[in-house]
């Protein structure tokens, strides 16, 4: 990630240690902490706020500051969790960037049809504090009726739900499972996801295409490319150092995105990739 805004931030002749100072704050999956450290970042008087992981840490440094600009990073919809009045014009001093994650859903299922044709059960694992929750579930169900699917929507919120999230894909005899777009997902519980997708030997698609992320034993992954999205944030930091106001910058999407395919953890799967899915990965991690 630092090295997408780093990227972004050099587009416009900023160097941190240079010409530049970055300071770091991280809640590390304790979003009471978001509130003080967005207050001792308004008291210190950055110039800018850098908001990553959700739309928890951009709320509290909303809240911590109207004159402070701040530039978002994450993949959900902003209008819908309240950051910004729209997409094309958001006002106020909030701008950023989406990964639109969410919106992809129906092709991930797609693409995991394709990967395991014969299922005839799918599950698709949401947060239901997630407020891209309840879309997901909506775009699963309707594709997963055009491919002749039954989808089991399934909430997990944290490590315990997870564990019974995955026992009960097990009951329902599912064939595949996809993981909904959520920072919990794809930052605090990603290895376990992995890891009981493994266990229960159930195919599964995570909802981030980070390479590394992939290559740590996930089977595979569909959507934009993530740095992309760090670099353009970066940049609208960058922007906004030069004197462009946050209401002025219209909140990016991506336009690249990126299928990568694991075959170690297929084979451990027991799957046979079929070669159009091959051909067409843009990253196949051996």
Do not use: C
Request: hydrophobic content about 45%; aromatic content about 4%; overall charge neutral.
């Amino acid at each position: 990630m630092i090295g997408g805004v780093r990227a972004g931030l050099a587009e416009y002749g900023f160097v941190d240690g240079q010409n530049l100072t970055i300071i770091y704050r991280a809640a590390e999956g304790q979003p009471d902490r978001l509130p003080p450290m967005a207050a001792d970042l308004v008291v210190a008087r950055v110039s800018a706020i850098l908001a990553t992981g959700g739309p928890l840490p951009t709320r509290a440094a909303k809240a911590a500051t109207t004159t402070i600009p701040i530039v978002f990073a994450y993949g959900g919809d902003p209008v819908a969790d309240g950051l910004v009045a729209s997409i094309n014009r958001p006002g106020g001093n909030v701008t950023g960037a989406t990964f639109i994650g969410a919106s992809l859903t129906a092709k991930r299922l797609e693409i995991m049809r394709e990967l395991v044709p014969q299922a005839t059960d799918a599950a698709l694992l949401v947060n239901p504090r997630n407020t891209l929750a309840k879309g997901q579930a909506e775009d699963g169900l309707a594709a997963a009726r055009t491919l002749g699917l039954r989808l089991h929507v399934l909430n997990a919120s944290n490590a315990a739900e997870m564990d019974e999230a995955f026992a009960t894909m097990e009951r329902l005899k599912v064939a595949l499972a996809m993981v909904g777009v959520d920072p919990t997902f794809g930052i605090t519980l990603r290895d376990q996801i992995v890891a009981l997708g493994l266990r229960y030997r159930i195919p599964t698609m995570s909802e981030s295409t980070s390479r590394g992320r992939v290559a740590g034993d996930g089977l595979i992954g569909y959507g934009p490319v993530l740095q992309d999205t760090w670099r353009q944030a970066g940049g609208y930091v960058g922007r906004i150092l030069k004197g462009t106001k946050p209401s002025e910058l219209p909140i990016l999407q991506p336009t690249r995105f990126e299928l990568v395919i694991n075959l170690r953890t297929a084979r451990a799967l027991g799957l046979d990739v079929p070669p159009r899915l091959l051909a067409i990965a843009d990253d196949i991690v051996e």
